[in-house]
């Protein structure tokens, strides 16, 4: 059996957004600087450890991995609790981290649509009218949603609030590379923020 765990700048177990170095033990032990791209770098393992990750990066990592553990629990995705706001989206649209009726196609661990994928995303460029990230704070699914969205199409990051057990806005903003920022509003304990692909 093979196991992956996430580790902050301290060497400390930590959620995937926050995550430095993957090491990988299967035998012997491997250490792997994960710098900006997370998801690039995600090993093929039996069994993912993290702590305190967000629901989103949870259900993700569940549909690929058999075994995720968050602290010291095994995620369960059809035990999770989400219950994110309502949100408008286009007829083509990619939803990863959370998957609802109506989807083109969702990255996630459940669903009718689901595409069991992290990275490198298994579309075309520009395939999409809007994406949706439901708490996936990373460079990597950021670059690849930039990528599978059309020119002048919708990225709308969703993501508790700190005080819910989630993240800063400020910390959420700095994972959206190459998109111009539209909107940045708190809805039900959620922050959502909207931006557009310009080129």
Known sequence: MSIAILKDAKGEVAPLWKAISIETVNGSTELVNAGMGRSSVLPQVDVLMGKDMLAGEMNLLSSVYSIVVNHNKIVRYDKMILNYPKMPFEAKSLSIGYCDEGFSACMSAAGSN?????????????????????????????????????????????????????????????????????????????WIIEARKIK
């Not at 579309?123 to 994406?131: A, I, P, Q």
């Not at 910390?171 to 111009?180: G, H, P, Y």
């Open 114 to 190: 689901s595409v069991h994928a992290i990275y490198p995303f298994p579309f075309r460029d520009e395939s999409f009218k809007s994406v949706l990230s439901y708490e996936v704070l990373d460079y990597d699914i950021v670059r690849e949603s930039y990528r599978v969205l059309r020119k002048g199409g919708k990225f709308f990051l969703i993501f508790r609030d700190e005080i819910f057990g989630g993240v800063r806005p400020n910390t959420a903003l700095k994972f959206l590379i190459k998109f111009s920022l539209s909107s940045a509003y708190l809805r039900d304990g959620f």
